[in-house]
């Protein structure tokens, strides 16, 4: 149980492009989901935090405008990364929360983003 | 604000040993989650045990337990008969602000090396 997928594992996109990742929780509703970006040989930084049905908390320094999350079912969030730049590069990591108050949170398998 | 801190970047243990890592977190909150996730080099973040504050006992899962200090505010992971499978970044994780945010605040991860 507590499974989630993430899609797609690996993108390459050239820089400008927007790219969508999907994360979706597949044996269980996640009333919260959350998007972390690591860098090599680094711990999970948190990006923002997304509730079903309303706007995602970003965490401070991450710009809400290229970094476009979306959750809008109880399974589902999709992170948009918009107008694209090799700095952008990075592994993407989502994860999904069975039971609110709990803190547990079960993570997809990432997406490693490649901008040319 | 929260911070969890492991302040072993990297152990190694010989198969079969017993091998201990260090976590120590600063919280003002009385009520409050602890996780230990392991991160393989397949890059899935994995829960691996987990602990509420309220409890006195220490959390058990089959070779995995730790030894919870919540007075010294620390959270340390024991690993008995250590097997190959347990090489990876391990990561200590605590939830609850006392702000109602369900967000995990991480340590920066210690790389575990197992001596065949």
């Known amino acids: 149980g507590a499974v989630v997928s993430q899609h797609p594992s690996r993108v390459i996109c050239k820089s400008g492009t927007s790219v969508k990742i999907e994360c979706r929780s597949l044996d269980f509703q996640a009333t919260t989901m959350f998007w972390y970006r690591q860098f090599p040989k680094q711990s999970l930084m948190l990006m923002a935090t997304s509730n079903e049905g309303s706007k995602a908390t970003y965490e401070q320094g991450v710009e809400k405008d290229k970094f476009l999350i979306n959750h809008a079912s109880l399974t589902l969030s999709t992170l948009t990364v918009t107008s694209a730049h090799p700095e952008d590069s990075s592994f993407y990591i989502c994860?999904?929360?069975?039971?609110?108050?709990?803190?547990?949170?079960?993570f997809g398998p990432g997406t490693r983003l490649t901008v040319t | 604000a929260q911070t969890v801190t492991q302040s072993q970047p990297e152990m190694s243990v010989q198969e079969a040993e017993t091998v201990t890592l260090s976590c120590t977190y600063d919280?003002?909150?009385?009520?409050?989650?602890l996780f230990w996730y392991k991160q393989p080099p397949s890059r899935q973040m994995i829960l691996v045990i987990r602990q509420e504050a309220y409890k006195q006992q220490n959390a058990t899962e089959n070779r995995f337990s730790v030894n919870f200090q919540k007075a010294a505010k620390s959270f340390s992971l024991k690993i008995s008969d250590s097997q190959l499978g347990d090489a990876a970044m391990y990561f200590c994780?605590?939830?609850?602000?006392?702000?109602?945010?369900?967000?995990?605040?991480f340590g920066q991860g210690t790389r575990l090396t197992i001596n065949p």
């Open positions: 994860s999904a929360q069975p039971v609110a108050g709990t803190y547990e949170q079960y």
């Open positions: 919280t003002s909150e009385s009520d409050y989650y």
């Open positions: 994780a605590q939830g609850g602000d006392g702000q109602g945010a369900q967000k995990l605040v």
